[in-house]
């Protein structure tokens, strides 16, 4: 599946917005080879660099389960 242009302005207007002004983090996981990087970052709270997770297919998924775990669950 594809991420329009449309859904990707909606989704950096939605975590630009409310969202991280309520201090959310904002993981951004994107699937296969046509998934931007820089809309990926543009989704992502920062630092991106540890907030964009990506992997080549919906079968790689687990191998990125605890690095999303980490990424979007903290303990308190």
């Given at each position: 599946m594809?991420?329009?242009q449309v859904e990707a302005?909606?989704?950096?207007?939605?975590t630009s917005s409310g969202m991280r002004g309520a201090q959310t983090k904002v993981v951004a996981l994107?699937?296969?080879s046509a998934v931007s990087?820089?809309?990926l970052i543009g989704i992502a709270s920062a630092p991106n660099n540890s907030n964009v997770i990506r992997v080549e297919d919906?079968?790689?998924l687990s191998t990125v389960e605890?690095?999303?775990r980490n990424s979007s669950c903290t303990r308190t």
């Open positions: 594809y991420l329009l302005d909606r989704l950096r207007s939605i994107g699937v296969g990087e820089r809309e919906y079968s790689s605890d690095q999303l």
